[in-house]
């Protein structure tokens, strides 16, 4: 369904944007060009977040009802959910939250990646499939899936991991033959063929994220015949969704710049 324009952008308007993807920070530049008054949030899940042109603010809130509190004290109109199709938890307290506090919600997401001629790729449920889906013989892998739910591939220890990573890890690494490169994406698809060809990798490991930011390892894996085990999005209950930073500002009641 098409949003319905909630406000013609009163000067009461205050945005919560929840980011931490690309589209969140084109959203950014966007509403801080017309002069929204909005605040950007961050978990703080990385040591130093790219800066954005908006107050920003980084840290959980304290779950649901943490966030309508926030939300309250800080007078927000309008919610923006523009996480990343993995960070389910943040999207399922932000749904609830917005009900409780009565404020709108609307989500700004990318369509999940679909395969083209020439991908060799295996769609699995979840992390655990993953691992699951790995073959018994040692082989060379890239785990392309960040830190969270790395130790879910201890299981398979006889494989050696290329992990990318966007701070290098505190600790050592639930893998026994395990090495970390650490950058914080969007990846060229140059970069991501020379990844793979050095490290000689026979199998990538990626979460369906959607997006310009994380394609480029797919690209590359079609190109070097690379098989890809693509991880489903978590499902998430029935929300008001868009796939544009245009669509997003004409809800919030600003008609966005020509080409943003
Ligand atoms: C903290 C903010 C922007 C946002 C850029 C996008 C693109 C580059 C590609 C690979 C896949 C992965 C990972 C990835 C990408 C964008 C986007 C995206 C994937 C930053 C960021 C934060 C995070 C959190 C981080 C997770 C991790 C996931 C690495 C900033 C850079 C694998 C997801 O070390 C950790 O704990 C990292 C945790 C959640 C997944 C995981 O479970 O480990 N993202 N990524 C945000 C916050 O604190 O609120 O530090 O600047 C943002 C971006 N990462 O503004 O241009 O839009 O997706 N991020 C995945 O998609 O599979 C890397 O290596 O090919
Ligand atoms: P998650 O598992 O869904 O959320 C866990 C908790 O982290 C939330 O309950 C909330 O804590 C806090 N949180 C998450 N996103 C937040 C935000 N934008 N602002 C304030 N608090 C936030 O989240 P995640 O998967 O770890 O993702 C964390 C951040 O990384 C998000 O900004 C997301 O967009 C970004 N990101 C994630 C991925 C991924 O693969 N998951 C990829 C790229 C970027 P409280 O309950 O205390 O409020």
Known sequence: PRPTIVSQGSDMTRVLLLGGTTEASALARAMAEVGIDAIFSYAGRTDAPVAQPLPMRIGG???????????????????????????????????????????????????????????????????????????????????????????????KPQHNYLLRLVDAPEGPLPLPDAEAVIARGPFTEADDLKLLSDHRIEVIIAKNAGGSGAEAKLKAARLLQIPVILIDRPVLPPRDVVGTVTEVMGWIGHPARLGV
């Not at 389910?88 to 679909?114: D, F, H, T």
């Not at 992390?127 to 073959?135: F, W």
């Open 61 to 155: 809130f304290g779950g649901v009802d943490g966030l309508v509190a926030w939300i309250k004290s800080e007078a927000i109109t309008h919610i923006v959910d523009a996480t990343h199709p993995f960070a389910a938890r943040m999207s399922q307290n932000v749904l609830i939250a917005s009900k409780i506090a009565g404020v709108p919600l609307l989500v700004l997401e990318r369509p999940a990646w679909v395969a083209e001629p020439g991908d060799d790729w295996q769609h699995v449920p979840d992390t655990e499939a993953a691992v699951r889906a790995l073959p018994d013989r040692p082989t060379r892998v890239f785990l392309a899936i960040g830190k969270q739910t790395l130790s879910l591939f201890a299981s």
